[in-house]
């Protein structure tokens, strides 16, 4: 496709259930990003991956969050035994490289709501 | 860690009058990009500074990068109703991340 893909657009879940979030960037785009927007906030960094290169995981806010990219393509942001606190918009990015300077191209994101 | 502050939160204008939007790090920056948001969307890039004291516009808008890339401001002259949305800075320190302010979020009553 022409731009960032995520799915489900929209999550509503039960609190201590596990959730997987899809993200499938621009073809061609080497480096991807996920962010957690909650409601007037701006956006807080989760995770970044390049290439092969180890993923770095310095903004996931617990263990039960963890993401994997298959391939250097499509990655999946899955949280586990969610919580109240989880509710928010988690939107994934791509740019051509990851180097300094490169426009990051958002996807839609995914509202997740946790009851 | 690096913190990016944005100031206002949010801003209401009147159709055609003027809005500034700042951006300051506690750190020194290497670039700095900008982003727009519209209701119910996602952010879209606008653009990118990297040096010191850089100007740049795009039609209405003009973006600033100060001389000791700490600070940076977006100013929209005359703003129209497709200026809604927020408006999102983002600094880079060196590497492949961004830290996000919290967004400037513009009304434009017509």
């Known amino acids: 496709g022409a731009g960032v893909s995520q799915s489900p657009s929209n999550k509503v879940t039960e609190k201590g259930k596990d959730v997987e979030l899809r993200c499938d960037p621009i073809s061609g785009h080497t480096a991807l990003y996920w962010y957690r927007q909650s409601l007037g906030q701006g956006l807080e960094f989760l995770i970044y991956?390049?290439?092969?290169?180890?993923?770095?995981k310095s903004g996931l806010p617990s263990d039960r969050f963890s993401a994997e990219r298959t391939g250097g393509s499509v990655s999946t942001l899955t949280i586990q035994r969610t919580q109240q606190e989880d509710s928010a918009v988690y939107l994934c990015a791509s740019s051509s490289t990851g180097a300094r300077g490169q426009p990051q191209h958002f996807g839609d994101g995914t509202r997740l709501s946790i009851l | 860690g690096q913190q990016v502050m944005q100031i206002p939160q949010y801003q209401h204008v009147q159709e055609g009058e003027d809005f500034t939007t700042y951006c300051n790090s506690s750190t020194t920056l290497s670039n700095i990009q900008w982003y727009k948001q519209r209701p119910g969307g996602h952010p879209v890039f606008l653009i990118q500074l990297v040096k010191s004291g850089e100007v740049k516009k795009q039609k209405r808008l003009t973006f600033q990068f100060g001389e000791a890339k700490k600070n940076s401001s977006l100013h929209i002259t005359a703003t129209q109703t497709t200026d809604v949305g927020t408006y999102f800075c983002?600094?880079?320190?060196?590497?492949?991340?961004?830290?996000f302010g919290k967004g400037t979020k513009l009304s434009v009553i017509p």
């Open positions: 991956f390049q290439g092969n290169s180890a993923p770095d």
């Open positions: 983002a600094g880079g320190a060196g590497s492949y991340q961004l830290t």
